[in-house]
């Protein structure tokens, strides 16, 4: 005979019938500009590589201020700050993040080469491995490479690249969205770098 329990008394022990409501920002404990240029960086420099959209350029500098990336480079036809484009999903986040803009993708390769960043590049290749599988040096630096939205990384940027990442897919595009990329791999490299503590209950 099987027996049937309430569904409630499965949760009891998650406080899942505890009212949930979501944080005003002062909750939050948010930094303010100066604290957050002021703090330690992940060790690592986003370059976006002749990025077309300025959508997808404010939407990487957002992701960048959220995991605290040390700066984002910009290459090639990259739109670039001061933007009206760029500001409606950056929201500010041009202010917090370092950035600088390089003519060359290769130029700004193999300056960061020279200053100890290994180039990773996040594209199908023949060599690519899957994010998953990809175990970044817990100290080393990193340079991360994204590419245009059509084209993905270009050639002279594939060159210069020490390991290619692939996001594994299960669908029929087998691409995604420039912006849900650098989500994906920063979030991806933080939890791999960064021991998380568990978000404290906090009341709104």
């Not at 002749?50 to 605290?68: K, M």
């Not at 409606?88 to 020279?114: C, F």
């Not at 059509?150 to 691409?175: C, F, N, R, Y």
Request: charged share 20%; net charge neutral; proline share 5%.
């Amino acid at each position: 005979m099987v027996s049937h329990v309430p569904v409630h008394a499965c949760f009891r022990d998650f406080n899942y019938l505890r009212p949930m409501k979501k944080l005003s920002l002062e909750a939050l404990q948010r930094m303010s500009l100066e604290e957050f240029r002021q703090s330690p960086k992940l060790p690592v420099v986003l370059v976006l590589d002749n990025v077309r959209s300025l959508h997808n350029v404010g939407s990487a500098f957002r992701t960048a201020d959220a995991f605290r990336i040390e700066k984002i480079i910009l290459t090639g036809i990259t739109g670039t700050p001061p933007h009206r484009e760029i500001h409606k999903t950056a929201l500010g986040a041009t202010e917090s993040v370092a950035w600088a803009y390089v003519e060359k993708t290769a130029t700004a390769l193999e300056r960061l080469r020279s200053q100890g960043y290994t180039i990773v590049v996040i594209e199908q290749t023949n060599e690519s491995i899957g994010l998953h599988e990809f175990q970044p040096d817990r100290y080393g630096k990193l340079c991360l490479v994204f590419g245009n939205e059509i084209h993905g990384v270009s050639d002279e940027a594939l060159p210069l690249a020490d390991v290619a990442l692939e996001i594994p897919q299960e669908g029929t595009k087998h691409s995604l969205n420039v912006s849900v990329c650098v989500g994906i791999v920063c979030w991806e490299v933080l939890k791999n770098r960064v021991k998380l503590p568990p978000l404290q209950h906090r009341s709104g």
